[in-house]
């Protein structure tokens, strides 16, 4: 017969397994809404935001897959309130279940949001402990409705996005952005945060924020060139224009070394970036000789090249630093008590590039 002490210590192990489990948070979906998508937008002046939150529609099974269109595997709620709390309160008001966003998966803000107005909203959503600081954050171009992009002929309704976002090998850059990553981007000095910009078919662009005011929207060049800056280079390609034809360079990454000075009052970079790719596309009827490889080599380089500048001299241009070059020499080298202040100062990058070219179909 076991002890009075045994009998304890069992139940109180029984316990924290329940409390590791999360056994409150079993419950079935037919007595809670799950959303996995919301959207936010705020135009400035306005008291009120737009919330838009997207469920997984229950009536949605195997069967009927093929008889429904993709946009119709969800169904949304919206709400105008002036705060996030305020908006679980007014959805709420037309549900049936439980409102419950454990399992929220993306968040979509409005490029109308300014640099205030997503710090008030980070703020509010890193203090609300049931949402999860892992979900990926996006701005998208007004209207949101057009946004709910998802994954069609699956038997549970999932996110396009998180899908996307979740898979590294996706993605030729690296965009990927959670929520705890842009909020601590945005409440650190000499940063400024850049998340994935959307369009209506595809993530392309980025969207850096200013100290004030809406967010900059980087070209697909200067986007390139961040992610080349960054080491967020996956399996990129490049097409260039050679006395021998057109010849496609695919599957390119590599890596980054970097550091950052103070000089002058300003910040000087110093990046070097080391980048290796695979002959995709050649002209059938020309010789690959090393001397035309190193000529395609040199060409690709100065192609990198100019699209990281476009980079920096967009940040420059917006006063902007994405790069975290300014929080590098803020937390690293203790900078100027000027650039404390000013929080941003011109960039002076000094940017070197090599591309190494691996040959398929035997030796050079």
């Known amino acids: 017969m076991k002890s009075r002490s045994q009998l304890l210590a069992i139940l109180g192990m029984g316990l924290l ?43 949605v099974t195997v ?47 409005s490029d109308t949001l300014t640099t205030k107005d997503l710090a008030s909203f980070l703020n509010a959503y890193n203090r609300e402990g049931t949402l999860p600081k892992t979900a990926y954050i996006l701005v998208a171009s007004s209207p949101l409705s057009k946004m709910a992009v998802v994954t069609p002929q699956v038997s549970i309704p999932a996110v396009y996005w998180e899908k996307y976002f979740d898979c590294k090998d996706c993605q ?25 910009y959307a369009g209506f078919d595809k993530i392309a662009q980025l969207a850096v924020y200013r100290s004030v005011g809406s967010p900059v929207i980087f070209s697909r060049t200067e986007t390139l060139g961040w992610a080349y ?4 280079v996956k399996k990129e390609s490049l097409s260039i224009i050679s006395p021998v034809g057109t010849v496609t360079l695919g599957r390119i990454h590599g890596t980054v070394h970097s550091r950052v000075e103070a000089v002058n009052q300003h910040l000087q970079a110093f990046v070097q970036i080391h980048l290796t790719s695979d002959v995709a596309q050649w002209e059938s009827s020309a010789a690959m000789t090393n001397n035309t490889l190193s000529r395609i080599q040199t060409l690709a380089e100065h192609r990198v090249l100019l699209e990281c500048i476009a980079a920096i001299n967009k940040a420059n241009m917006t006063h902007t630093d994405p790069f975290g070059y300014g929080r590098r020499l803020s937390f690293e080298q203790d900078g100027p008590p000027s650039m404390a202040q000013v929080h941003w100062e011109q960039i002076d990058a000094q940017v070197s590039v090599t591309m190494q070219i691996r040959t398929s179909g035997g030796n050079v």
């Open 63 to 109: 069967s009927s897959l093929s008889q429904i269109k993709p946009e119709e595997e969800f169904y949304t709620t919206s709400v105008q309130a002036p705060s996030l709390e305020q908006a679980y309160t007014q959805v709420q008001q037309h549900l049936a279940r439980d409102l419950y966003l454990g399992q929220l998966e993306v968040v979509i803000v």
């Open 172 to 196: 030729p850059e690296l965009l990927a952005h959670p929520i705890w990553k842009a909020w601590d981007d945005i409440v650190t000095p000499d940063m400024s945060p850049a998340i994935p």
């Open 229 to 232: 800056l960054m080491g967020k």
């Open 17 to 59: 397994l329940i409390g590791i489990a999360g056994c409150w948070d079993d419950e079935p979906d037919t007595l809670r809404a799950n959303a996995l998508i919301l959207m936010v937008s705020h135009k400035a002046g306005e008291k009120s935001w737009n919330w838009r939150f997207y469920f997984p529609n229950p009536t």
